[in-house]
């Protein structure tokens, strides 16, 4: 994750949610299950998520994109944004990037074409997962 200065440079200065209502819905969806943020209340005080903090100071980072699921809003309350940096704690590891880069000045052993794409981010929905 980003610094907290280059993060706050780059926040938008509007305010992500409307009142603390809505925070404590997109909260409880995201941020009170992210490995990003520690459980304990007191080592969130000191290492937890700078986007919370930004988010606190009425900026919203880009980290914070509109939903593509329009169809969860409303259970979200009306704040429509997923987290990008979100990882479900129940996750595991973070998984090691694919294919792996190669080393500065060597010729890789095969195409890489077939192996490479764009890592998309997913929300955690545990109905679908549950279904």
Not at 31 to 49: I, K, W
Not at 65 to 76: G, M, N, Q, S
Not at 92 to 115: A, N, S, T, V, W
């Amino acid at each position: 994750m980003r610094d907290f200065d280059a993060i706050y440079n780059d926040a938008a200065d509007e305010p992500a949610f409307s009142n603390s209502t809505e925070w404590e819905y997109w909260s409880e969806r995201w941020c009170d299950v992210c490995v990003n943020e520690p459980e304990d209340e007191n080592e969130a005080a000191v290492n937890g998520c700078p986007l919370i903090t930004i988010g606190f100071l009425g900026r919203t980072p880009k980290e914070w994109t509109p939903t593509a699921d329009p169809t969860r809003v409303p259970a979200l309350g009306s704040c429509s944004l997923d987290c990008a940096m979100f990882r479900h704690r129940d996750d595991g590891p973070d998984p090691e990037p694919q294919p792996i880069p190669d080393p500065p000045g060597m010729d890789p052993l095969f195409p890489r074409e077939p192996y490479e794409g764009v890592r998309m981010f997913r929300p955690y929905i545990p109905e679908a997962v549950n279904a």
